[in-house]
């Protein structure tokens, strides 16, 4: 029953007890009852029974409001399982990328220390090579060389550094060994007697010198512990034409017969 058709049922009750303590009223009164007493019973029941009416319709107002907030409870709860399936999901997702993450640090760092290790291998050799290397390539090769360390664990140059500083000693290298160069040294013939000598290197393998008057000459190789010059009787004359042929002093070229050994 609507909170309107309690209300009306709830008058029409009250008009039908009203005529009821009339007619009751009209009775005690015939029979010489106390009047003031019945009526003042019949208003209590009256009023109770509109206090219970009152109730009644209060009851009716908040159960109706008890439903409304139970249904948006009921929505909200959906929403919020809906948000927690998403969640759950997410978090799966989630979890996936941080275990291939991992994975791939894992791998990096695998491949980081395979890495470390041949660039490791290669500095040692660029070092235990650099000795043999003619003077003048080794002059060149100083601020390279230099930074090559010593102690791999007590480094903090990162592995692109020191794989850049071994590529750029065996790429000056692979360069001078292609190529002939032509220098003025000063260089100890005959004993502890030094002169001012023009020399050529022949790649890696070999270079031949000679002194300003053309009267001693020598062949230079690389050795154990560096390179090694010795003099060379009778080379000077073949050795003075050849570096006149290589610095265009000559107006004739032709073929210079020179010792050659390989190592």
Request: proline share 3%; with cysteine.
């Amino acid at each position: 029953m609507s909170r309107f058709g309690l209300e009306g049922f709830v008058r029409g009750a009250l008009g039908f007890a009203i005529g009821v303590a009339l007619v009751a009223g009209a009775q005690a009164s015939s029979d010489g009852s106390d009047v003031g007493e019945f009526r003042a019973k019949m208003e209590k029941w009256v009023e109770t029974r509109r206090i219970i009416s009152e109730e009644e319709s209060d009851w009716e107002a908040d159960r109706e409001i008890l439903q409304a907030t139970k249904g948006l409870l009921q929505q909200q709860k959906e929403a919020l399982q809906a948000e927690i399936e998403e969640l759950e999901e997410s978090s799966t997702a989630a979890d996936e990328e941080r275990r291939s993450l991992l994975l791939r640090r894992g791998e990096c760092q695998r491949a980081s220390h395979a890495l470390e290790s041949e660039i490791r291998a290669l500095e040692e050799e660029v070092l235990a090579l650099a000795p043999r290397l003619p003077e003048p390539l080794q002059k060149k090769l100083e601020l390279l060389l230099v930074q090559i360390p010593d102690d791999p664990e007590n480094t903090r140059l990162p592995l692109g550094q020191r794989l850049m500083n071994v590529l750029g000693v065996l790429a000056q290298a692979e360069k001078f060994n292609g190529t002939a160069t032509f220098l003025g040294e000063t260089r100890a013939v005959n004993g502890e007697q030094k002169v001012q000598v023009r020399t050529l290197y022949w790649g890696l393998g070999q270079a031949i010198y000679v002194d300003a008057r053309g009267e001693t000459a020598g062949i230079g190789r690389p050795g154990p512990d560096g390179w090694e010059f010795s003099n060379e009787a009778g080379l000077a004359d073949d050795a003075k034409l050849l570096l006149d042929i290589y610095e265009g002093n000559v107006d004739v070229i032709e073929f210079v017969k020179l010792p050659v050994e390989i190592r």
